[in-house]
Structures are given as C-alpha cells and as structure tokens.
C-alpha cells in the first residue's frame, strides 16, 4: 500500500503550462487608469523585466523554465505526493485522499516556485534590488531566499499585524539577507499617508503592494509580486503538472481538485493542468476553490475592473474585489487576506469551470489539527481550507458510499504559525465572517 508516490529528479517540468489559449474566451485586459484604455504592455516595464511582461501577456500554452531555474527548483522538487490513509480512516471515508504537499520547499510553501523564476529573470536583466509585500511572511520570505540564489537585494514590506504576530518570518527573511519594514511604513508615501489617517492601522496586503510598487521606482529596482498575475499561476503549474504525473503512478484520476485561494496562484497551479486534461477530454474532475468566509472574494466579491493595491497605483483589473479599500480584520489568523482574486481565475469562475465555498476559521483549523494527529504534517493555516472542504467532501462521501478521488493541494507547512494553532487550541479563535456594511462600504469605491 503506497503512501507516496516519488518523482524521479529527471521528471522535474520542463514547461509551464499557460491556460489562456486552450480557454473558450480571452480574458478581460487590464486597463490603463488614466484612459481606461487595455494596458500597453510597456507601461510595465518600470515595474516588471520583460520576460515576465511577455510571460503575463502569452498565448502561448508552453513557456521553457531555463535550466538556471530547474537547478535551484531541484532544491525541494519534484515535491511529494501522499496518499492521506490514516486521514482517510479517521473519517470512515471510502474517498482515497491525495494530498501534493509543498511544505519542503526553503521558505515551507509553494511561493518559491515563482520567486525563483522572478529574482531569475530580474538578475539576467541587470536589476540589482526587488521590492514587495508580503501578508502572513510566506511570500517575503520566498523572495528573500530567491533573491540570495542570484545577489539581488531585497526588501520587503510586511502587513504590521503580521509583522507583530509573526516575529520568526521577518526573522528568515532577515537570515536570507533582506530588509524588512512593517506596512504601513514612514518610508513610502502611501504608507505615510496611511499612518497620517490612523496610527495604529494594522495594515493590508492592497497597502503594502502600494508601498512596494512605489519604492521599486528607485534605480536599479523592480517589484516583484507574489500572487495574483498571469506569470505567478504559471509558474506554479510546476505543481499540478507533477501531481499529474504522480496520480498516474498511482493509476487514479481525480473526481475532485481542492485548493485554497488568497490570490488563486497554488490553486491554480495545481488545478489548471488537470483542467487542461478535462477540456481535452482525458477527465473529468470537479475543481473546488475554498476561501476564508473573512475575506470572501470569490463567493462575495464584484466581478469588476479595480486596482490590485490600496493606493490605487497599479493598472485596473478585471477581477472578484471586494474593494480595494477593504481591510480584512486582523483577528483572521490566515493569509488569505487579499481584496482580489486573480483576474485569470475570476474570468475562469465566469466561465463556471470551477466552483468556490468561503469556510469559518475555526472549522478550517480543526481540520488542521485532524490532519496533523493522523497525518504527521502540520499546515498553514491558508491550506486548512482546502483541508476543511476535503474532509467535508470525504465525510459525504463515508455517508453517500462513494469512493471519490480527492486531489488537495496542502501549500505549505504551519510550523512558524504555532501562535495560530495556539490561540484555536485554547479557544481564542473566532469566526468572523466579512459583515455585510464592509464589505458594501468598501465596494461603493469601485473606481
Ligand atoms: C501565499 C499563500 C497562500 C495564498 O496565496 P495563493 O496565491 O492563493 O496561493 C496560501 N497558502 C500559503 C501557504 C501561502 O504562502
């Protein structure tokens, strides 16, 4: 009975998969704020190299991952997929449970999969510094290990709740050789303003992006970003492409393809190769998106042209927002704090090729801790939704009788999110779902 399903090192993708040619419709373009006209792809430049604008821009449905990239993914990948048996038998469930866990990557999560390639193509560019934000610390710290594989300074704005609650990853990223500011900061001017307004605000993904895209105006300097655009989901195909091959070696196809979304890229990356297969008739799985009924973007948001960050500094959007002036309560011990959700992924909702649910925090979180006493493997806290709709589906399942294959993606490890754990242990976690006047509130601003 095999729980794990090892990729040789020589089957480590070669491609990323980009979905947009194989999709019945195009996206929608982003648009210049000023015109409202699509966005010239060069009014990126200041911010992106051009290999990642053209990358963001693609019809093509292969892009190569250079080799300098395939060396440093070698590090972690291909990464582990498990058969959850002792889940599966907690829950009485006939469903067989797979889990593609990318845990062990340097930062604990998927996000290096994109930060490698990112800090790659800046460096061929003869960029010297990046900047970004980070929410919960995982992307900051992907960068921050990314950009020490290549000399590039980094730095890197951290959401303040964030940055008081989650002292150890500014630590990492500190030890992989970044700069760390708790956002809002006096260093930019949007975070300047924000301080202005409200002192002790405890900050949100939309401003820090603001923080970080103005400080990358400095020479030598691009921003680099974490979720959300065109190339951060294909990058992370790597993922979904390897689960594909590993169900294979397993001889299962899957019923069901389960993902957390903060800004859809692990969801995404795991589930697009498996919807390439599905329109090209080879499965037929369902594809399930779970969010934090906190920050419900998907299931509550506006499908709607708005600015990726607070300040409104960035191109305008197609996407589900709840309003880029929407800061998501803090009490949330998730990173799923995002106001957005991918513009790819929005567009693929449109389409109705995958559904979404918003979970409660502390559901999520008892998931979590099933998960670790049967399976060994504590998760963040973002992928105890993907685990909570999982264990939903397979307790429907042990009702219903029907043995479903249950692909999740569990995006990255929870072991510098102890505090989280803590809190729900000890009962001090509770459920806030988004209230109703904020969420209306935050969306009266759509520009
Ligand atoms: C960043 C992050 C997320 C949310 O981002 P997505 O782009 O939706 O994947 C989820 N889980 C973990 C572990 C993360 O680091």
């Not at 648009?31 to 963001?56: G, K, M, N, S, Y």
């Not at 949330?332 to 991918?342: D, F, I």
Request: glycine share 8%.
């Amino acid at each position: 009975m095999a729980n794990r399903f090892p990729l040789d090192a020589s089957r480590l993708p070669r491609r990323w998969y980009n979905v947009v040619p194989d999709l019945p419709a195009p996206p929608p373009p982003p648009l210049d704020p000023a015109t409202r006209a699509p966005l010239d792809p060069a009014a990126l430049e200041p911010l992106f190299p051009p290999d990642l604008i053209t990358q963001e821009t693609s019809t093509d449905r292969y892009v190569d991952i250079p080799e300098a990239v395939r060396e440093i993914y070698r590090l972690w990948r291909p990464t582990p997929l498990l058969r959850a048996r002792r889940l599966e038998r907690a829950l009485g469930t006939p469903a067989r449970i797979y889990v593609k866990y990318e845990g062990g990557s340097p930062s604990g999560s998927h996000k290096p999969n994109t930060a490698v390639p990112q800090a790659y193509y800046n460096a061929r560019l003869g960029v010297r510094r990046l900047t970004t934000e980070t929410g919960a610390g995982q992307w900051g710290s992907a960068l921050a290990f990314a950009a020490a594989q290549f000399d590039l300074a980094c730095e890197v704005w951290m959401v303040r709740s964030s940055y008081d609650q989650k002292p150890y990853r500014r630590s990492m990223m500190e030890l992989f050789g970044a700069t760390v500011h708790p956002s809002p900061s006096p260093a930019t001017r949007a975070g300047a303003a924000v301080l202005a307004a409200d002192p002790s605000s405890p900050g949100s993904l939309g401003i820090a992006i603001s923080e970080a895209v103005e400080a990358a105006a400095a020479p030598g300097t691009r921003y680099a970003v974490g979720s959300v655009l065109n190339h951060v989901l294909l990058h992370q195909t790597v993922i979904g492409e390897e689960a594909l091959e590993q169900l294979t070696m397993a001889g299962e196809t899957p019923d069901l393809v389960v993902g957390c979304t903060g800004g859809g890229s692990n969801f995404a990356g795991l589930a697009l190769p498996f919807l390439r297969e599905k329109m090209a008739g080879t499965m037929s799985p369902a594809f399930l998106a779970a969010e934090p009924a906190a920050c419900p973007s998907l299931t509550r948001g506006r499908y709607a042209y708005d600015h990726g960050d607070a300040a409104g500094l960035t191109p305008l959007f197609k996407m589900h927002t709840l309003g880029r002036g929407l800061v998501p309560d803090p009490i949330h011990a998730g990173g799923l704090r995002y106001h957005g959700m991918a513009p790819l992924l929005s567009h693929l909702y449109e389409l109705g090729l995958f559904t979404a649910v918003a979970l409660p925090q502390r559901a999520c979180f008892d998931a979590g801790v099933l998960f670790a006493r049967t399976e060994g493997i504590v998760p963040a806290p973002e992928p105890t939704h993907a685990l909570a709709a999982t264990v939903t589906e397979a307790r429907r399942c042990a009702e219903t009788g029907e043995p479903k294959v249950i692909l999740t993606a569990l995006c990255g490890h929870g072991h510098l999110d102890l505090a989280a754990y803590d809190a729900h242990l000890s009962g001090r976690l509770q459920d806030r779902p988004l209230p109703e006047p904020d969420l209306r509130a935050a969306l009266s601003h759509l520009p």
